[in-house]
């Protein structure tokens, strides 16, 4: 059985390294990877993950990801993330104010060989939006 915990903290370094988002996304997703959590405006191919991580390291200085669990099961792997940072540019039509955000998820991730091919995740945007200065305290 392949390793996929290792290549999920490996993907999460290389698209938060604030690199190339396309190089790690060509290198991680497949070309048939779908994308199964629902991002308003997004669609469901592996250029979602591309817009969203592109959008997060234009507006999120100092961006990282915080890997706290990793859970394999054959070929999944259940990740419990923060994307972390500070908010100085717009996210989301939200304008920045310096704030620190850390944005929880989790992430469940179908491998094929040493590729990704599905996402289902669910992230805690209600809270990130607070943090942004956009809404009530979570």
């Known amino acids: 059985m392949s390793d996929y915990k ?3 903290q490996e993907m999460f370094r290389a698209i938060a390294a604030g690199g190339d988002v396309d190089a790690a996304v060509d290198r991680y997703l497949a070309e048939d990877f779908v ?6 405006g997004m669609d ?3 250029d979602t993950p591309r817009q969203l991580f592109t959008m997060m390291q234009t ?3 100092d961006f990282h990801v915080d ?13 419990r993330v923060s994307f972390v940072g500070t908010h100085t540019d717009e996210f989301m039509g ?6 620190p955000v850390s944005i929880n998820a989790i992430d469940v991730l179908q491998f094929r060989g040493d590729q990704c091919v599905a996402h289902w995740g669910v ?6 939006l607070a943090q942004m200065g956009a ?3 979570a």
Not at 35 to 40: L, R, T, V
Not at 123 to 128: C, E, G, L, N, Q
Request: net charge negative; aromatic share 0%; no cysteine.
């Open 44 to 46: 469901n191919t592996r």
């Open 94 to 99: 939200i304008p920045a104010r310096g704030n």
């Open 67 to 79: 890997v706290h669990d990793l859970i394999q099961e054959g070929d999944k792997v259940v990740a």
């Open 59 to 61: 507006a999120i200085s």
């Open 135 to 137: 809404g009530p305290p």
């Open 6 to 8: 290792a290549l999920v």
């Open 123 to 128: 992230m805690d945007m209600a809270d990130a």
């Open 35 to 40: 994308e199964h959590e629902e991002i308003p």
